[in-house]
């Protein structure tokens, strides 16, 4: 079996065992919850071996990065995170930590805020004081080229200029997480399979588009008309769900069109919609 063909079937026994795992310890698990869970780690199977979409951001000591100048000459590892998002701030010293023991010359951490502007950004440091650089993705648009609509989500590039780790959630044990990367990595090096920046930009422009599902515009009606409208948007701007036009709010759109909401006060709805979309821990 290729590589590929064992990651997708290792995805789905490990989306099934998640499933049998909830089934026995939580029966009242809903339907939705376990969709969910099978999502993250299906998504995973979707970038996983794909050249990641190249983009340019402002960092926030005011200097610029663009991916393809930096791709191959070391890992690059990305961290879509958002400041009201409870995991993010607990994994960030994790982060900082691991990239200091890695090394610069080997590792590049790159911290992405998705949605919020500069203040917000500067004032969260303050609080969680790093030393990896961190990106303004103001507008969410880095975030949407690689289908972010949770957080936190770490992504992996190797020196191949592959996607190794899409990894949705908390990382609280960093050596654990990427040790397995970490190990291709090496390898990768050793035997010259580095990418440089002309080969990457021309293995990416041959690559098919990856459908990220959003396609089909959702139209609400009724009380989840009026739930979107009153609901401020998870991707942490100042607009509601209805008029935001991010891939979160997308998400957020396309969920409330299909969930039950019968016997639920939209209070209730507004929270369970905001937990799906900052997720808990993981390795």
Same mark, same amino acid.
């Given at each position: 079996?290729?590589?590929?063909?064992?990651?997708?079937?290792?995805?789905? =026994?490990?989306?099934?065992?998640?499933?049998?795992?909830?089934?026995?310890?939580?029966?009242?698990?809903?339907?939705?919850?376990?969709?969910?869970?099978?999502?993250?780690?299906?998504?995973?199977?979707?970038?996983?071996?794909?050249?990641?979409?190249?983009? $340019?951001?402002?960092?926030?000591?005011?200097?610029?990065?663009?991916?393809?100048?930096?791709?191959?000459?070391? #890992?690059?590892?990305?961290?879509?995170?958002?400041?009201?998002?409870?995991?993010?701030?607990?994994?960030?010293?994790?982060?900082?930590?691991? $990239?200091?023991?890695?090394?610069?010359?080997?590792?590049?951490?790159?911290?992405?805020?998705?949605?919020?502007?500069?203040?917000?950004?500067?004032?969260?440091?303050?609080?969680?004081?790093?030393?990896?650089?961190?990106?303004?993705?103001? $507008?969410?648009?880095?975030?949407?080229?690689?289908? =972010?609509?949770?957080?936190?989500?770490?992504?992996?590039?190797?020196?191949?200029?592959?996607?190794?780790?899409?990894?949705?959630?908390?990382?609280?044990?960093?050596?654990?997480?990427?040790?397995?990367?970490?190990?291709?990595?090496?390898?990768?090096?050793?035997?010259?399979?580095?990418?440089?920046?002309?080969?990457?930009?021309?293995?990416?422009?041959?690559?098919?588009?990856?459908?990220?599902?959003?396609?089909?515009? #959702?139209?609400?009606?009724?009380?989840?008309?009026?739930?979107?409208?009153?609901?401020?948007?998870?991707?942490?701007?100042?607009?509601?769900? $209805?008029?935001?036009?991010?891939?979160?709010? &997308?998400?957020?759109?396309?969920?409330?069109?299909?969930?039950? #909401?019968?016997?639920?006060? &939209?209070?209730?709805?507004?929270?369970?919609?905001?937990?799906?979309?900052?997720?808990?821990?993981?390795?």
């Amino acid at each position: 079996m290729s590589p590929l063909g064992w990651l997708r079937t290792s995805a789905w =026994v490990l989306a099934a065992a998640v499933g049998v795992f909830h089934g026995f310890l939580k029966p009242d698990l809903d339907e939705g919850r376990i969709a969910e869970l099978e999502d993250f780690v299906l998504r995973s199977d979707r970038w996983v071996g794909r050249y990641p979409p190249d983009f $340019a951001v402002e960092l926030l000591n005011g200097d610029s990065f663009a991916l393809s100048d930096e791709i191959g000459g070391k #890992i690059i590892v990305l961290n879509f995170f958002a400041t009201w998002c409870v995991p993010c701030r607990k994994e960030m010293p994790e982060l900082d930590r691991y $990239a200091r023991s890695v090394g610069a010359e080997e590792l590049l951490l790159l911290g992405i805020d998705v949605g919020e502007d500069r203040a917000t950004v500067e004032d969260f440091l303050d609080e969680v004081p790093i030393d990896f650089p961190v990106a303004l993705d103001s $507008a969410s648009r880095v975030a949407g080229q690689y289908g =972010v609509d949770s957080f936190p989500t770490t992504v992996l590039i190797g020196l191949d200029g592959k996607i190794a780790l899409y990894q949705v959630g908390e990382i609280s044990n960093a050596e654990v997480t990427f040790a397995e990367s970490l190990a291709v990595q090496q390898k990768l090096r050793d035997d010259g399979a580095v990418v440089d920046r002309a080969t990457y930009l021309e293995r990416l422009a041959a690559q098919p588009e990856l459908d990220l599902g959003l396609d089909d515009e #959702i139209e609400l009606t009724g009380r989840r008309l009026e739930i979107a409208r009153n609901m401020p948007c998870p991707c942490g701007c100042e607009q509601q769900v $209805a008029e935001c036009g991010c891939q979160t709010a &997308d998400k957020v759109t396309r969920k409330l069109s299909e969930m039950d #909401i019968e016997g639920a006060a &939209d209070g209730e709805i507004m929270e369970a919609l905001n937990r799906e979309f900052c997720v808990g821990a993981t390795s």
